[in-house]
């Protein structure tokens, strides 16, 4: 997927990564965020590793979800299956 006049967007995100700082990605709906983001995360999946969640959900089920993609130790924690059953 290419992304016309996007280049700006994603060299500016690309050094942010670089240089570890946070980035948080807003707009209107239907602008492009989500797949400009999947977009970088495809071509630099070797670098860095994206987790998608929905921040609509419960703070407990975002965190579950988080982790579940970070920590394999989280996936089969007592904890862990206790609060997504």
Same mark, same amino acid.
């Given at each position: 997927?290419? =992304? %016309? *006049?996007?280049?700006?967007? $994603?060299?500016? $995100?690309?050094?942010? !990564?670089? +240089?570890?700082?946070?980035?948080? @990605?807003? *707009?209107? %709906? *239907? @602008? *492009?965020?989500? #797949?400009?983001?999947? %977009? !970088?995360?495809? $071509?630099?999946?070797? +670098?860095? &590793? =994206? $987790? =998608? /969640?929905?921040? #609509?959900? /419960?703070?407990?089920?975002?965190?579950?979800?988080? !982790?579940?993609?970070?920590?394999?130790?989280?996936?089969?924690?007592? %904890? &862990?299956?206790?609060?997504?059953?």
């Amino acid at each position: 997927m290419y =992304f %016309y *006049g996007r280049e700006k967007e $994603i060299s500016k $995100i690309k050094r942010a !990564l670089e +240089k570890r700082e946070n980035i948080v @990605i807003t *707009g209107k %709906y *239907g @602008i *492009g965020r989500t #797949s400009l983001i999947k %977009y !970088l995360a495809d $071509i630099t999946s070797k +670098k860095w &590793q =994206f $987790i =998608f /969640t929905d921040f #609509s959900k /419960t703070p407990s089920s975002v965190c579950n979800e988080i !982790l579940w993609n970070i920590s394999p130790k989280w996936r089969d924690s007592p %904890y &862990q299956k206790k609060h997504t059953s």
